[in-house]
């Protein structure tokens, strides 16, 4: 029987300690972008330590929008609104390194990586530019003109294939893809938009299915296929914005509401789970999933902080750390081992 229990207290300890290191696994970092004049990706480990500092060779600027930072395996994507490109950097031995700079053909908002092209969506256009490896090619083979065009795009995700798109002015579009995944065509106007539509804001997207938030109207959408299926309230919380992904849970962060709330999301259902699953510093401007974590960037005014949160399997959250930025941060991205949950 003591050798059973010995046995049994050194499975328990080796489990213990395989949870300990997947939490701080040194794989995993946690980026934004300083988004200044002289904007900066902003490079922490899962503990929320700042560890890289590196020039995106570029002006920031851009506010109200989702995705200014994306990551696909060893490649980051980041917005220089005030300069019109994006930087990309790569994983190098000993974190991230700059890698290339891209000239847009308006200035960019927001990025997503899909079907081998990083698609870049501006104020007036969405473009597609062919990714290889770790290089992505300067020149777009796609580009396409956004219906509203006014310069109150808010977010680009990938579907099976077509991209989709918020206009803050009240429009949810999406633009078809070309075999290769390139842009081609023009945008359409999704259908069976909620009458009381208000400021479409964030989005998420999994395989057809694009969840998008109407945030003033507090509300979470479900499109697939070019039209709006499922809409629901956020309940108590108020102005549910930008959402991730991660398993069976839709995770959205709400401003005014300084929360994050979670949704178990199935077929065409969108059930809220827990109204608060976190409380943040200040109003959310991103929230991205990976790797077991979710990472959230606020803001007040010109001060911004960075939480990081360990997932469990049943969506529960819990603080791993918390890091102040001093300026209106943008955008935030997982890189790690794994790129989806």
């Not at 909620?194 to 109207?217: C, S």
């Amino acid at each position: 029987m003591r050798y059973i229990s010995v046995f049994t207290l050194s499975v328990l300890l080796i489990g213990a300690s395989a949870t300990v290191n997947a939490a701080s696994n040194p794989n995993v970092l946690v980026v934004t972008t300083s988004n200044t004049a002289q904007n900066q990706l902003l490079v922490y480990d899962t503990s929320d330590n700042l560890v890289q500092t590196l020039s995106a060779r570029g002006q920031g600027g851009v506010s109200g929008n989702s995705g200014g930072v994306a990551a696909h395996g060893n490649v980051v994507a980041a917005v220089n609104f005030g300069s019109k490109s994006v930087a990309v950097f790569e994983r190098a031995d000993k974190g991230l390194q700059f890698a290339q700079l891209i000239s847009t053909a308006s200035s960019p908002v927001s990025v997503a990586f899909g079907h081998d092209h990083l698609y870049i969506l501006g104020t007036t256009k969405v473009e597609s530019h062919r990714l290889y490896g770790s290089y992505v090619i300067g020149n777009p083979d796609g580009v396409a003109l956004l219906l509203l065009a006014d310069g109150s795009a808010a977010q680009v995700g990938v579907l099976t294939n077509q991209v989709i798109i918020t206009e803050k002015n009240n429009v949810i579009e999406t633009v078809n893809l070309l075999e290769d995944g390139s842009v081609s065509g023009i945008a359409s106007l999704v259908q069976n938009i909620p009458q009381n539509v208000n400021a479409p804001f964030g989005l998420v997207t999994r395989g057809n299915n694009a969840y998008v938030t109407i945030a003033h109207a507090d509300e979470i959408s479900l499109v697939r296929n070019g039209a709006v299926l499922t809409v629901t309230g956020s309940g108590t919380q108020h102005a549910p914005c930008w959402v991730a992904l991660a398993g069976p849970f839709l995770f959205s962060s709400n401003s005014p509401s300084m929360s994050v709330s979670r949704y178990a999301v199935y077929g065409q259902k969108i059930v809220q789970d827990a109204a608060v699953a976190a409380t943040l510093h200040g109003n959310p401007t991103d929230i991205a999933s990976g790797d077991g974590l979710i990472a959230v960037v606020d803001g007040s005014g010109q001060l911004s902080h960075l939480s990081i949160f360990q997932r469990d399997e049943d969506g529960n959250l819990t603080l791993k750390g918390a890091a102040t930025i001093t300026s209106a941060a943008n955008g935030v991205a997982i890189v790690g081992t794994e790129t989806e949950d």
